[in-house]
Protein backbone atom coordinates (compact mmCIF):
# COMPACT_ATOMS: atom_id res chain seq x y z
CA UNK A 1 0.00 0.00 0.00
CA UNK A 2 1.44 3.50 -1.12
CA UNK A 3 2.45 5.27 2.35
CA UNK A 4 -0.09 8.60 1.59
CA UNK A 5 -2.95 6.32 0.93
CA UNK A 6 -5.32 6.98 3.41
CA UNK A 7 -3.78 9.76 5.09
CA UNK A 8 -6.34 12.37 4.73
CA UNK A 9 -9.04 10.05 5.63
CA UNK A 10 -6.84 8.99 9.07
CA UNK A 11 -6.31 12.68 9.88
CA UNK A 12 -9.84 13.75 9.67
CA UNK A 13 -10.92 10.24 11.41
CA UNK A 14 -8.37 11.06 14.36
CA UNK A 15 -9.59 15.08 14.85
CA UNK A 16 -13.16 13.83 14.62
CA UNK A 17 -12.61 11.49 17.19
CA UNK A 18 -10.69 13.67 19.28
CA UNK A 19 -13.87 16.03 19.41
CA UNK A 20 -16.04 13.34 20.45
CA UNK A 21 -14.26 12.49 23.14
CA UNK A 22 -14.62 15.45 24.28
CA UNK A 23 -17.99 16.00 23.93
CA UNK A 24 -18.59 12.17 25.62
CA UNK A 25 -16.27 13.85 28.69
CA UNK A 26 -19.09 16.73 29.07
CA UNK A 27 -21.97 14.72 29.08
CA UNK A 28 -20.37 12.13 31.05
CA UNK A 29 -19.14 14.62 33.77
CA UNK A 30 -23.55 15.93 33.54
CA UNK A 31 -24.83 12.50 33.66
CA UNK A 32 -22.81 11.18 37.00
CA UNK A 33 -23.61 14.13 38.35
CA UNK A 34 -27.84 13.00 38.62
CA UNK A 35 -28.96 9.66 39.98
CA UNK A 36 -29.64 6.93 37.77
CA UNK A 37 -32.84 6.74 35.50
CA UNK A 38 -33.34 10.11 37.14
CA UNK A 39 -33.25 11.73 33.85
CA UNK A 40 -34.45 11.46 30.60
CA UNK A 41 -30.85 11.76 28.64
CA UNK A 42 -30.47 7.31 28.90
CA UNK A 43 -33.26 5.36 27.23
CA UNK A 44 -33.90 1.77 26.61
CA UNK A 45 -33.87 0.66 23.13
CA UNK A 46 -35.48 -2.02 21.90
CA UNK A 47 -33.00 -5.01 22.83
CA UNK A 48 -33.01 -3.09 26.45
CA UNK A 49 -29.24 -1.63 25.57
CA UNK A 50 -28.85 1.89 26.23
CA UNK A 51 -28.48 4.90 24.63
CA UNK A 52 -27.95 8.38 25.40
CA UNK A 53 -28.09 11.65 24.03
CA UNK A 54 -23.68 10.75 23.85
CA UNK A 55 -24.37 8.36 21.28
CA UNK A 56 -26.76 10.25 19.21
CA UNK A 57 -24.44 13.26 19.00
CA UNK A 58 -21.29 11.48 18.28
CA UNK A 59 -23.06 9.94 15.52
CA UNK A 60 -24.26 13.21 14.22
CA UNK A 61 -20.98 15.11 14.72
CA UNK A 62 -18.58 12.54 12.94
CA UNK A 63 -21.47 11.87 10.23
CA UNK A 64 -21.43 15.77 9.54
CA UNK A 65 -17.85 15.73 9.87
CA UNK A 66 -16.87 13.18 7.37
CA UNK A 67 -20.04 14.13 5.14
CA UNK A 68 -18.79 17.90 4.56
CA UNK A 69 -15.54 17.06 4.05
CA UNK A 70 -15.69 14.37 1.91
CA UNK A 71 -18.99 15.03 0.12
CA UNK A 72 -22.08 13.67 1.19
CA UNK A 73 -23.08 11.65 -1.70
CA UNK A 74 -19.30 9.61 -2.02
CA UNK A 75 -19.35 9.00 2.09
CA UNK A 76 -21.22 5.77 2.98
CA UNK A 77 -21.89 5.32 7.05
CA UNK A 78 -22.36 2.44 8.48
CA UNK A 79 -23.29 2.91 12.33
CA UNK A 80 -25.56 2.08 15.17
CA UNK A 81 -27.58 4.06 16.15
CA UNK A 82 -31.19 5.22 14.23
CA UNK A 83 -33.36 8.23 14.73
CA UNK A 84 -36.58 6.62 16.11
CA UNK A 85 -37.23 7.21 19.37
CA UNK A 86 -35.54 10.62 18.66
CA UNK A 87 -37.95 11.92 15.93
CA UNK A 88 -41.04 11.30 18.16
CA UNK A 89 -42.98 13.80 19.15
CA UNK A 90 -42.72 12.99 23.38
CA UNK A 91 -38.55 13.55 22.65
CA UNK A 92 -38.49 16.95 21.65
CA UNK A 93 -36.84 17.48 25.02
CA UNK A 94 -34.19 14.86 24.34
CA UNK A 95 -33.64 16.11 20.77
CA UNK A 96 -33.08 19.63 21.73
CA UNK A 97 -30.11 18.72 24.03
CA UNK A 98 -28.75 16.51 21.23
CA UNK A 99 -29.14 19.55 18.88
CA UNK A 100 -27.35 21.88 21.49
CA UNK A 101 -24.70 19.19 22.16
CA UNK A 102 -23.50 18.58 18.49
CA UNK A 103 -23.43 22.48 17.78
CA UNK A 104 -21.45 23.12 20.97
CA UNK A 105 -19.06 20.54 19.15
CA UNK A 106 -18.99 21.45 15.81
CA UNK A 107 -18.32 24.87 17.26
CA UNK A 108 -14.79 23.36 17.96
CA UNK A 109 -13.68 22.10 15.22
CA UNK A 110 -11.34 24.61 14.35
CA UNK A 111 -9.27 23.82 17.18
CA UNK A 112 -8.70 20.35 16.07
CA UNK A 113 -7.90 22.27 12.46
CA UNK A 114 -11.64 20.61 10.79
CA UNK A 115 -14.20 23.00 9.46
CA UNK A 116 -17.40 23.18 11.56
CA UNK A 117 -20.65 24.81 9.89
CA UNK A 118 -21.16 28.10 9.09
CA UNK A 119 -24.11 28.28 10.85
CA UNK A 120 -26.07 26.59 13.98
CA UNK A 121 -27.47 23.46 12.69
CA UNK A 122 -31.48 22.54 13.15
CA UNK A 123 -32.90 19.45 14.56
CA UNK A 124 -33.80 18.51 10.80
CA UNK A 125 -30.07 18.75 9.91
CA UNK A 126 -28.95 16.81 13.16
CA UNK A 127 -31.68 14.27 12.27
CA UNK A 128 -30.32 13.77 8.85
CA UNK A 129 -26.91 13.59 10.08
CA UNK A 130 -27.66 10.67 12.13
CA UNK A 131 -30.24 9.09 9.84
CA UNK A 132 -27.74 9.32 6.96
CA UNK A 133 -25.32 6.83 8.51
CA UNK A 134 -27.58 3.71 7.85
CA UNK A 135 -25.21 2.25 5.10
CA UNK A 136 -25.64 -1.42 5.11
CA UNK A 137 -21.59 -1.83 4.02
CA UNK A 138 -20.83 -4.98 2.27
CA UNK A 139 -18.01 -6.32 0.30
CA UNK A 140 -17.10 -3.75 -2.22
CA UNK A 141 -16.55 0.42 -1.54
CA UNK A 142 -15.48 2.12 0.92
CA UNK A 143 -17.57 2.06 4.24
CA UNK A 144 -17.28 4.56 7.23
CA UNK A 145 -17.73 2.32 10.28
CA UNK A 146 -18.77 3.90 13.47
CA UNK A 147 -19.72 2.99 17.23
CA UNK A 148 -20.51 6.67 18.67
CA UNK A 149 -20.28 5.31 22.21
CA UNK A 150 -19.38 1.48 22.53
CA UNK A 151 -19.79 -0.06 26.01
CA UNK A 152 -22.79 2.93 26.41
CA UNK A 153 -23.53 0.71 29.69
CA UNK A 154 -19.83 1.40 30.85
CA UNK A 155 -20.26 5.25 29.64
CA UNK A 156 -23.18 5.38 31.92
CA UNK A 157 -21.94 3.87 35.00
CA UNK A 158 -18.84 6.02 34.99
CA UNK A 159 -16.75 3.23 33.79
CA UNK A 160 -14.97 2.83 30.39
CA UNK A 161 -16.48 3.49 27.09
CA UNK A 162 -15.10 4.10 23.65
CA UNK A 163 -15.76 5.81 20.23
CA UNK A 164 -14.10 3.65 17.47
CA UNK A 165 -14.51 4.87 13.78
CA UNK A 166 -12.70 2.63 11.42
CA UNK A 167 -12.89 2.75 6.81
CA UNK A 168 -13.59 -0.26 5.30
CA UNK A 169 -12.40 -0.32 1.88
CA UNK A 170 -13.16 -3.43 -0.63
CA UNK A 171 -13.62 -5.74 2.53
CA UNK A 172 -10.37 -4.69 4.40
CA UNK A 173 -9.97 -2.88 7.41
CA UNK A 174 -7.70 -0.09 6.20
CA UNK A 175 -8.24 2.96 9.02
CA UNK A 176 -9.18 2.11 12.81
CA UNK A 177 -9.37 4.97 15.11
CA UNK A 178 -10.50 4.08 18.88
CA UNK A 179 -11.52 6.75 21.41
CA UNK A 180 -11.07 5.94 25.37
CA UNK A 181 -11.55 9.32 27.26
CA UNK A 182 -11.06 7.01 30.35
CA UNK A 183 -8.42 5.19 29.44
CA UNK A 184 -4.48 7.09 29.70
CA UNK A 185 -2.15 6.10 27.17
CA UNK A 186 0.53 3.10 29.01
CA UNK A 187 3.43 5.39 30.67
CA UNK A 188 6.81 4.67 30.12
CA UNK A 189 9.88 7.05 31.04
CA UNK A 190 11.69 7.45 27.46
CA UNK A 191 8.64 8.22 25.46
CA UNK A 192 11.59 8.50 22.45
CA UNK A 193 9.39 7.03 19.66
CA UNK A 194 7.13 10.23 20.09
CA UNK A 195 6.44 11.78 17.23
CA UNK A 196 3.58 13.53 15.08
CA UNK A 197 1.64 11.95 12.15
CA UNK A 198 -1.23 14.67 12.10
CA UNK A 199 1.07 17.90 12.93
CA UNK A 200 4.63 18.52 12.05
CA UNK A 201 4.75 20.05 15.54
CA UNK A 202 5.56 17.71 18.48
CA UNK A 203 5.09 19.30 21.59
CA UNK A 204 6.57 17.57 24.44
CA UNK A 205 4.02 15.78 26.69
CA UNK A 206 3.62 16.46 30.40
CA UNK A 207 3.57 13.95 32.89
CA UNK A 208 -0.01 14.35 33.83
CA UNK A 209 -1.10 14.32 29.88
CA UNK A 210 -0.39 10.99 30.42
CA UNK A 211 -2.87 10.48 33.40
CA UNK A 212 -5.64 11.75 30.79
CA UNK A 213 -7.93 9.58 28.12
CA UNK A 214 -6.37 8.74 24.88
CA UNK A 215 -7.29 8.03 21.12
CA UNK A 216 -5.48 4.97 19.47
CA UNK A 217 -5.04 4.92 15.53
CA UNK A 218 -3.39 2.92 12.53
CA UNK A 219 -3.64 2.39 9.22
CA UNK A 220 -3.12 -1.02 7.69
CA UNK A 221 -0.17 -2.40 6.19
CA UNK A 222 1.97 0.00 8.08
CA UNK A 223 2.78 -2.56 11.33
CA UNK A 224 2.42 0.61 13.48
CA UNK A 225 -0.15 2.23 15.77
CA UNK A 226 0.02 5.03 17.63
CA UNK A 227 -1.52 6.91 20.69
CA UNK A 228 -2.09 9.71 21.52
CA UNK A 229 -3.62 11.96 24.87
CA UNK A 230 -6.79 13.40 24.50
CA UNK A 231 -7.62 16.77 24.02
CA UNK A 232 -9.94 18.65 26.35
CA UNK A 233 -12.39 21.48 25.89
CA UNK A 234 -11.20 23.24 28.84
CA UNK A 235 -8.61 24.27 27.04
CA UNK A 236 -5.51 22.19 29.16
CA UNK A 237 -3.97 20.48 26.38
CA UNK A 238 -4.49 22.21 23.00
CA UNK A 239 -4.14 20.81 19.45
CA UNK A 240 -2.00 19.73 17.65
CA UNK A 241 -0.41 17.24 20.83
CA UNK A 242 2.12 14.51 20.06
CA UNK A 243 1.80 10.57 19.41
CA UNK A 244 3.36 8.06 20.59
CA UNK A 245 3.95 4.51 18.75
CA UNK A 246 2.32 1.30 20.44
CA UNK A 247 3.51 -2.30 20.81
CA UNK A 248 1.97 -5.31 21.83
CA UNK A 249 3.37 -6.81 25.43
CA UNK A 250 6.27 -9.36 24.65
CA UNK A 251 4.82 -12.15 27.31
CA UNK A 252 3.83 -15.29 25.81
CA UNK A 253 3.98 -17.20 28.70
CA UNK A 254 0.15 -17.99 29.93
CA UNK A 255 1.55 -18.06 33.47
CA UNK A 256 2.34 -14.45 33.02
CA UNK A 257 -0.46 -13.32 30.61
CA UNK A 258 -3.13 -11.54 31.08
CA UNK A 259 -6.60 -11.80 29.46
CA UNK A 260 -10.00 -9.43 29.32
CA UNK A 261 -13.64 -9.68 29.11
CA UNK A 262 -16.68 -8.28 28.65
CA UNK A 263 -18.07 -7.28 32.18
CA UNK A 264 -21.32 -8.96 31.62
CA UNK A 265 -22.25 -11.96 31.39
CA UNK A 266 -24.79 -11.31 29.30
CA UNK A 267 -22.36 -10.13 26.48
CA UNK A 268 -20.13 -13.24 27.05
CA UNK A 269 -19.42 -16.49 28.61
CA UNK A 270 -17.41 -15.77 31.28
CA UNK A 271 -17.29 -19.72 32.63
CA UNK A 272 -16.23 -20.47 29.19
CA UNK A 273 -13.56 -18.00 28.93
CA UNK A 274 -12.22 -19.40 32.69
CA UNK A 275 -12.20 -22.83 31.05
CA UNK A 276 -10.11 -22.00 28.42
CA UNK A 277 -7.98 -20.14 30.25
CA UNK A 278 -7.18 -22.59 32.68
CA UNK A 279 -6.52 -25.66 30.41
CA UNK A 280 -3.76 -23.06 28.60
CA UNK A 281 -2.35 -22.35 32.31
CA UNK A 282 -3.15 -18.50 32.41
CA UNK A 283 -3.39 -17.55 36.02
CA UNK A 284 -4.25 -14.39 36.24
CA UNK A 285 -7.68 -12.75 37.34
CA UNK A 286 -9.73 -11.92 34.29
CA UNK A 287 -9.74 -8.32 33.41
CA UNK A 288 -13.42 -7.25 32.94
CA UNK A 289 -13.64 -3.84 30.94
CA UNK A 290 -16.33 -2.86 29.09
CA UNK A 291 -16.17 -1.80 25.24
CA UNK A 292 -13.51 -1.70 22.82
CA UNK A 293 -10.87 -0.43 25.61
CA UNK A 294 -10.50 -4.02 25.54
CA UNK A 295 -8.57 -4.00 22.30
CA UNK A 296 -6.88 -0.67 23.06
CA UNK A 297 -5.70 -2.74 26.27
CA UNK A 298 -3.66 -5.32 24.15
CA UNK A 299 -2.77 -2.57 21.58
CA UNK A 300 -0.49 -1.13 24.38
CA UNK A 301 0.57 -4.34 26.24
CA UNK A 302 -1.42 -3.82 29.00
CA UNK A 303 -3.29 -7.48 28.71
CA UNK A 304 -2.31 -10.20 26.12
CA UNK A 305 -5.91 -12.02 25.31
CA UNK A 306 -9.20 -10.62 24.76
CA UNK A 307 -11.95 -13.31 24.52
CA UNK A 308 -15.58 -12.61 23.82
CA UNK A 309 -18.22 -15.42 23.38
CA UNK A 310 -21.41 -14.31 22.78
CA UNK A 311 -24.43 -16.33 23.43
CA UNK A 312 -25.71 -18.52 20.17
CA UNK A 313 -28.03 -16.60 17.94
CA UNK A 314 -26.30 -13.64 18.98
CA UNK A 315 -24.24 -12.35 15.49
CA UNK A 316 -21.31 -9.52 16.56
CA UNK A 317 -21.77 -6.03 14.47
CA UNK A 318 -18.95 -4.95 12.69
CA UNK A 319 -18.70 -0.87 14.63
CA UNK A 320 -18.02 -3.45 17.69
CA UNK A 321 -14.64 -4.55 16.13
CA UNK A 322 -13.63 -2.77 12.96
CA UNK A 323 -11.12 -0.37 14.71
CA UNK A 324 -9.73 -2.19 17.63
CA UNK A 325 -9.40 -5.23 15.05
CA UNK A 326 -7.07 -3.01 12.80
CA UNK A 327 -5.17 -1.41 15.80
CA UNK A 328 -3.79 -4.74 17.53
CA UNK A 329 -3.14 -6.26 14.09
CA UNK A 330 -0.83 -3.40 13.06
CA UNK A 331 0.68 -3.17 16.63
CA UNK A 332 1.75 -6.70 16.38
CA UNK A 333 -1.17 -9.26 17.81
CA UNK A 334 -3.62 -11.76 15.80
CA UNK A 335 -7.07 -11.34 16.13
CA UNK A 336 -9.20 -14.17 14.59
CA UNK A 337 -12.95 -15.97 15.83
CA UNK A 338 -12.35 -19.18 18.04
CA UNK A 339 -11.91 -21.28 14.66
CA UNK A 340 -8.74 -19.31 13.54
CA UNK A 341 -10.14 -17.75 10.79
CA UNK A 342 -9.51 -14.14 9.93
CA UNK A 343 -13.15 -11.98 10.37
CA UNK A 344 -14.56 -11.01 7.59
CA UNK A 345 -15.59 -7.41 7.23
CA UNK A 346 -17.23 -8.13 3.11
CA UNK A 347 -21.06 -9.16 4.95
CA UNK A 348 -22.66 -6.26 5.52
CA UNK A 349 -23.08 -4.91 9.23
CA UNK A 350 -22.72 -8.49 10.75
CA UNK A 351 -19.74 -10.83 10.85
CA UNK A 352 -21.88 -13.34 9.28
CA UNK A 353 -19.63 -16.23 9.27
CA UNK A 354 -18.14 -15.62 12.90
CA UNK A 355 -16.95 -19.28 14.57
CA UNK A 356 -18.23 -18.75 18.09
CA UNK A 357 -16.63 -15.86 19.34
CA UNK A 358 -13.41 -13.77 19.01
CA UNK A 359 -9.94 -14.20 20.20
CA UNK A 360 -7.33 -11.58 20.11
CA UNK A 361 -3.77 -11.98 21.72
CA UNK A 362 -0.60 -10.23 22.11
CA UNK A 363 0.99 -12.94 19.65
CA UNK A 364 1.08 -16.30 17.84
CA UNK A 365 2.13 -18.05 20.54
CA UNK A 366 -0.86 -17.48 22.91
CA UNK A 367 -3.23 -17.52 19.81
CA UNK A 368 -2.66 -21.15 18.68
CA UNK A 369 -2.63 -22.21 22.24
CA UNK A 370 -6.26 -20.59 22.95
CA UNK A 371 -7.43 -21.78 19.55
CA UNK A 372 -6.32 -25.39 20.41
CA UNK A 373 -8.08 -25.14 23.68
CA UNK A 374 -11.56 -24.24 21.70
CA UNK A 375 -10.95 -27.23 19.54
CA UNK A 376 -10.26 -29.25 22.49
CA UNK A 377 -12.99 -28.53 24.66
CA UNK A 378 -15.73 -28.30 21.77
CA UNK A 379 -14.02 -32.74 20.74
CA UNK A 380 -14.83 -33.17 24.59
CA UNK A 381 -18.19 -31.15 24.89
CA UNK A 382 -19.39 -33.13 21.40
CA UNK A 383 -18.44 -36.60 23.08
N1 LIG B 1 -26.25 -10.23 23.92
C1 LIG B 1 -25.10 -9.69 23.50
N2 LIG B 1 -24.02 -10.46 23.37
C2 LIG B 1 -22.86 -9.94 22.98
N3 LIG B 1 -22.66 -8.63 22.71
C3 LIG B 1 -23.71 -7.83 22.82
C4 LIG B 1 -24.97 -8.29 23.22
N4 LIG B 1 -25.82 -7.24 23.26
C5 LIG B 1 -25.11 -6.17 22.88
N5 LIG B 1 -23.84 -6.51 22.61
C6 LIG B 1 -22.76 -5.68 22.11
O1 LIG B 1 -21.70 -5.65 23.02
C7 LIG B 1 -21.20 -4.32 23.09
C8 LIG B 1 -20.63 -4.08 24.44
O2 LIG B 1 -19.60 -4.99 24.59
P1 LIG B 1 -18.71 -4.94 25.87
O3 LIG B 1 -17.51 -5.76 25.63
O4 LIG B 1 -18.51 -3.53 26.28
O5 LIG B 1 -19.62 -5.64 26.95
S1 LIG B 1 -19.73 -5.34 28.49
O6 LIG B 1 -20.65 -4.21 28.67
O7 LIG B 1 -18.38 -5.11 29.01
O8 LIG B 1 -20.30 -6.57 29.04
C9 LIG B 1 -22.37 -3.45 22.82
O9 LIG B 1 -21.91 -2.25 22.23
P2 LIG B 1 -22.63 -0.85 22.58
O10 LIG B 1 -24.10 -1.05 22.29
O11 LIG B 1 -22.00 0.07 21.60
O12 LIG B 1 -22.34 -0.52 24.00
C10 LIG B 1 -23.22 -4.27 21.88
O13 LIG B 1 -23.02 -3.98 20.53
MG1 LIG C 1 -25.52 0.13 21.89
MG1 LIG D 1 -20.65 -1.23 20.57
MG1 LIG E 1 -22.54 1.85 20.79
Keep these: MEKEKYSEELNVAVRVVHMACSLCQKVQKGLL ?44 IVAEEDVQTLSKPESAGLLGKVVSTVNECLAQASRYGLKGPDKI ?10 SRCNSKGGPLGRHWVLDPVDGTLGFVRGGQYAVALA ?26 QQQNHISSEVPVPSPDMLEEGCVMYSKKGTGEA ?9 GKYEWP ?24 RANSNHSFAAGLASSVGLRNKPLRVYSMVKYAAIAQGDAEIFMKFARAGYKEKIWDHAAGVLIVQEAGGV ?35 LIGAVYASWESSSL
Excluded at 121 to 130: F, K
Excluded at 167 to 192: F, S, T
Excluded at 226 to 234: A, E, F, K, S
Excluded at 353 to 366: E, N, P, Q, W, Y
Design 335 to 369: VTDAGGRSLDFSKGIYLESLDRGIVACSGTKLHEK
Design 241 to 264: NFAKQVRVSPIDDPALATFCEPVE
Design 121 to 130: LGPSEILEAI
Design 33 to 76: GKAFGDDDEVKSKDDDSLVTIADWSVQATVSWILSNTFGSEFVS
Design 167 to 192: LIDNAEVVVGVLGCPNYHMKRDRHNK
Design 226 to 234: WVQPTVYGD
